[in-house]
Nanobody, 124 residues
Framework: QVQLVESGGGLVQAGGSLRLSCAAS????????TGWFRQAPGKEREFVAS????????YYADSVKGRFTISRDNAKNTMALQMNSLKPEDTAIYYC?????????????????WGQGTQVTVSS
């Protein structure tokens, strides 16, 4: 089992920044791929970014590339998402996810464990 807890969401004006954190426990964190997804009201959950266990490889959705940065600290079993130049369309509940594989993937169905989500609201 893996437990994931997100934090860091909130309300921010367009152009501002937020940093989300995800704390993991319960299984060897450093080996596996983790990622961030988001879900806006009335929309399906969508991929945001993912990072391999080593932290050496990352992948981003086109909509956030150049604005968001995913990172992880395996010594602390944590993952982060630094979000800059936020836009109203970034408003969503953000989820961290963990999969028992080393392969990067954008498919939510490939992730085995999920956090409870944290709300991010960007005002115009």
């Amino acid at each position: 089992q893996v437990q994931l807890v997100e934090s860091g969401g909130g309300l921010v004006q367009a152009g501002g920044s937020l940093r989300l954190s995800c704390a993991a426990s319960g299984r060897t964190f450093r080996t596996y791929t983790t990622g961030w997804f988001r879900q806006a009201p009335g929309k399906e959950r969508e991929f945001v970014a993912s990072i391999r266990g080593s932290g050496g490889s990352t992948y981003y959705a086109d909509s956030v590339k150049g604005r968001f940065t995913i990172s992880r600290d395996n010594a602390k079993n944590t993952m982060a998402l630094q979000m800059n130049s936020l836009k109203p369309e970034d408003t969503a509940i953000y989820y961290c996810a963990f999969r028992t594989s080393t392969v990067l993937t954008t498919n939510a169905d490939d992730y085995n464990y999920w956090g409870q989500g944290t709300q991010v609201t960007v005002s115009s």
